[in-house]
């Protein structure tokens, strides 16, 4: 059966979003290559695995997963707000941090607002402020690193409902400490919200992490289960900050939709302190080891508070881009900043020592090719 | 610290909304009554468990759950593809038809457009339609069934941009015949959705659901893994309509929201048949006893396309609350519809034996004290 009818139109602001995202997964690649990678260096996932009783904790719940999961995430908020000795009032746990500055900016950020970020800066916020309406005001890098008090002042001048900075940073690795961060609040305007995004700070220094104990309301940070605990694909996040404004999450939030098993597995995953440390150490030693691999390459990785690396190549973009897919042709999964200066750089992320071997072995002959031509 | 600062103002729609959500769930319900239900059987959930397949494919899957999944689900798009006998670009996958509810009511409705359901459907579409701004138009049931010319009238009145009707119908278990659904198409506006919730069309007369060839560019139709494959906190379902609409939701869902254990659960369950037909089988069974047991205390079962069932108290709605206190003090969970004349009518999920026995016994005892009251 056909019909004479047609689709009737979206509402006007999702008539106005582009069709398509060019965010394309792990997955999508693989497809389009035709065969797996050799090395899964470019999401930023944590190749050492999810802990070892977070995936008990995951298989067992899966057999009770004929039950709806608790919406209010009774236990895994009370066990945060031990380990972070905060009040589980301020705490919202989401479908990743995705899926919560989505939440955040469809509770902030009417049509026409204005949002503060970086050129550069993580793309689905962006993604998400456009889908809401927001109007995008982006500042520059700074020597490689977000500038933490021009986006307090483009925030200032723009009266922005929103400022986004990510410590430590995606996709430069590089961060600030707790005093620089908690300046940002001095000159942030009165009706808008510093959004921290803390999803890399179990990889960083003592010190990058402001306090629990600050509690400006205008202040709300977002942390996760994926990459320290290596958990991406169990899409579970949480936001900390002033019991009125995680309130509003709940007006709004798709109440069941983080399901028992990421809520056990999220459970497991906190109560492994030493798996932690230990994972914490691999991942240094990892980064260390693509420091090496590069500098003996000739390029120049930067330093880095994170499970990724991004390398200086000392060209342009378009030697950046070619070498990204070089790598890629040979089985090397790498990705790099979207925007100049910054697309100097590929990014590397973190992994076990068979999958750097590849990138070892891979390198050299990828770089040698392009120099060459 | 604290500071003078207060919490940013949110949104003028989100500060509309009310502060709370009335639908508490079981897990909530049970730390609430300090223990355990000894027969859970109020939240429409498949008490015979998921495929034993499916919750061995989501243990693997959790193993590997250190990646992102697929934002595309291409496999699992594939398989329902191929199931039901339609193009793969029909298929939106998302987290459960709440959250699929949700973006199409933010694809499709402005503030203060019009969208019509039925007065006692579903509340998660009506939170979604508040959650944006719509404004919601209300049609009564007829005959405990919901009325699809007066809805579809009442759209065509109002200029509708949504029109739900659950088809079998939650809270009653009632149903249509998909020659009645098509005909409301015939009446519906131009400009306008028929949104076809189909979450326990597996449990219903063949007959029930329209072909998979009618390709009205104004009908969506939504199905889940939640009930018939007893998968209700993997939070997985799809909806299924014109390639148009469906490209849609890729412009405002978040894209990796649905993981790969998911994504794994799901596809596995398509392919379990036998395990499927059993499963209708048991679930049959216990709607008829459940039919038993409210015959022997004499009130009426509603006849029933779900895996639940609308028992008639022959009383009124200050009744029905009651009993269902009663029995939710005696440790048996069930619900019931929210207005009247819906409301003198409990709804009992179905369930394993040793749950419909505790029904059985504690039934007699909280309907006497009832009546004698």
Request: aromatic share 8%; charged share 20%.
């Amino acid at each position: 059966m056909t019909t004479q009818h047609r689709v009737p139109a979206f509402a006007p602001l999702p008539a106005s979003l582009p069709a398509t995202v060019p965010f394309v997964g792990p997955n999508a690649l693989e497809r389009q290559n035709g065969r797996p990678f050799r090395a899964r260096l470019g999401a930023n996932e944590n190749g050492f695995g999810a802990p070892p009783a977070a995936i008990a904790a995951m298989a067992e719940a899966a057999a009770q997963s004929w039950k709806y999961g608790d919406e209010n995430a009774f236990d895994l908020k009370n066990a945060l707000a031990d380990q972070l000795d905060v009040a589980s009032d301020r705490i919202i746990v989401g479908e990743g941090i995705d899926g919560l500055l989505g939440l955040l900016v469809r509770l902030m950020v009417a049509p026409g607002d204005a949002v503060v970020t970086s050129d550069g800066a993580y793309p689905t916020f962006n993604y998400h402020v456009a889908g809401f309406g927001g109007v995008l005001h982006k500042v520059p890098y700074r020597d490689d690193h977000e500038d933490p008090f021009a986006l307090a002042a483009k925030a200032a001048e723009v009266g922005a409902r929103l400022t986004y900075i990510a410590n430590p940073d995606n996709p430069m690795g590089t961060w600030h400490d707790s005093a620089t961060i908690l300046q940002m609040l001095e000159i942030l305007p009165e009706d808008g919200l510093l959004v921290l995004d803390e999803a890399y700070v179990e990889f960083a220094p003592e010190g990058t992490a402001p306090p629990m104990a600050v509690d400006d309301p205008r202040l709300i940070r977002f942390r996760t289960f994926s990459k320290a605990y290596g958990m991406a694909g169990v899409r579970i996040g949480y936001g900390i900050g002033h019991p009125d404004l995680i309130a509003g999450f709940h007006r709004i939030r798709n109440h069941f939709g983080v399901g028992p098993i990421a809520q056990a597995g999220a459970r497991a995953a906190l109560a492994e302190r030493d798996w932690l440390s230990a994972t914490l150490a691999k991942v240094a030693r990892a980064r260390a080891r693509i420091g090496e691999i590069a500098a003996e390459n000739g390029i120049q990785a930067l330093e880095s508070a994170t499970n990724f690396v991004a390398v200086d190549t000392g060209r342009n973009g378009a030697f950046a881009r070619a070498l990204v897919a070089g790598l890629g042709e040979e089985g090397v999964f790498v990705r790099m900043p979207g925007v100049a200066p910054l697309d100097r750089c590929i990014r590397i992320s973190v992994g076990p020592d068979d999958e750097l071997d590849v990138l070892a072995e891979v390198l050299p002959r990828v770089l040698d090719r392009l120099r060459r031509s």
